[in-house]
């Protein structure tokens, strides 16, 4: 059974399962559910803080194990080869004399078999346009190197240009992280799972209260931020502008 540990579970709970491979008897899979939602926490002078996560990262701790190739969920394998499409656009002009001699389609001229009088004149310009068109897939949970995945909602399109929306959900359901062998000779195995968020993708807001107007500074206020975001993690040695918000584990007895 897993040792959950969720710091904050009504803004992220994250919960870990690690069940025998039905194809393959020697490996694992390991399973997660991923919540997320805005939370609110209570802070001082009885005021009410509105947090949001715009992103979150989910780390994989394995011990005495090896994360399966091509077992990791939401990894896009990025095309060896790209091809493009190139249209050539040619565009003709005629100047007035040319174009009053009777019978000239100016639409219909072809560069090639243009033939005019000696007293016409045609200025013929040829521009080569090279366009190309790609499927673009989002991906709100990706895989990242060192055995991490990315959670994030597409940036939604505004007037101004693009904007981060907060995560709200659930991302993952029992579903399958990656899959595990034991590496050998190995005398104890453990799968570890923690979400964090970086202090930058924290976003408070107050709902209750005047506790900004108390700050005598920026400086001041961007320092209650960071305490405000460290308090939601477990405690460190050091912070280091990462929350942590979850942590679940699981000793992995050999059969």
């Given amino acids: 059974m897993a040792s959950d540990n969720n710091s904050l579970p009504h803004l992220l709970e994250l919960k870990l399962r690690v069940q025998p491979c039905e194809e ?5 899979d390991v399973r997660v559910d991923l919540r997320v939602h805005c939370s609110e926490i209570d802070g001082p002078e009885d005021c009410l803080i509105s947090v949001r996560l715009k992103s979150a990262t989910i780390d994989l701790d394995l011990t005495g194990l090896d994360a399966v190739p091509n077992t990791r969920l939401g990894e896009p394998l990025r095309d060896l080869k790209v091809t493009s499409k190139q249209t050539n656009t040619i565009r003709t002009t005629l100047d007035g004399k040319a174009a009053a001699h009777a ?19 045609a200025e013929v310009k040829v521009t080569a346009l090279q366009t190309s068109k790609q499927d673009v897939t989002e991906y709100r949970v990706k895989a990242r190197p060192g055995d991490t995945w990315e959670v994030a909602e597409p940036p939604k399109k505004t007037a101004t240009g693009t904007e981060r929306v907060p995560l709200d959900g659930t991302y993952l359901l029992d579903q399958v992280l990656c899959r595990v062998a034991p590496q050998r000779g190995a005398n104890m195995m453990s799968v570890g799972v923690s979400a964090y968020a970086k202090q930058r993708d924290l976003h408070l807001e107050l709902v209750k209260g005047d506790l900004w107007q108390t700050f005598m500074s920026k400086s001041q206020e961007k320092l209650f931020k960071i305490l405000v975001a460290k308090s ?13 918000l979850s942590y679940s584990e699981i000793e992995i007895e050999e059969p």
């Fill in 232 to 244: 939601l993690g477990q405690a460190g040695s050091k912070y280091a502008g990462i929350v942590k």
């Fill in 103 to 121: 019978g000239v389609d100016v639409a219909k001229l072809n560069p090639a078999t243009l033939k005019l009088s000696a007293d016409a004149s």
């Fill in 24 to 28: 393959e008897q020697s490996h694992k």
